[in-house]
Nanobody
Framework: QLQLVESGGGLVQPGGSLRLACAVS????????IGWFRQAPGKEREGVSCITSGGYIDYADSVKGRFTISRDNAKNTVYLQMNSLKPEDTGIYYC?????????????????WGQGTQVTVSS
């Protein structure tokens, strides 16, 4: 069974950093893309970043230059390094997959999701 589990969330001050991890099981990560999405209170879920099996990467404009996505197929894990965090980065962060799709403008394309990890940026 295909599963994704996020970890690494927490409370951090503005300007701080966090590294999220998405550990996958039940499928061969070598052939799959992983997307990161987030949902702030009262807002729709939005795409943050994604990475394909071939290493193509995309970022939302709001996180470019601050966030870095990477993958370690040997560990079946995809990471999201988040630097220079802002209060508007607060939300629940989810990883998702649907074959080798890397699409951020709509989460409709993704059928497999983790349970999410809370990120709170506050002083």
């Amino acid at each position: 069974q295909l599963q994704l589990v996020e970890s690494g969330g927490g409370l951090v001050q503005p300007g701080g950093s966090l590294r999220l991890a998405c550990a996958v099981s039940g499928f061969n990560l070598d052939y799959y893309a992983i997307g990161w999405f987030r949902q702030a209170p009262g807002k729709e879920r939005e795409g943050v970043s994604c990475i394909t099996s071939g290493g193509y990467i995309d970022y939302a404009d709001s996180v470019k230059g601050r966030f870095t996505i990477s993958r370690d197929n040997a560990k079946n894990t995809v990471y999201l390094q988040m630097n220079s965090l802002k209060p508007e980065d607060t939300g629940i962060y989810y990883c998702a997959t649907e074959r080798d799709i890397c699409i951020l403008y709509n989460d409709y394309f993704y059928n497999y999701w983790g349970q999410g990890t809370q990120v709170t940026v506050s002083s």
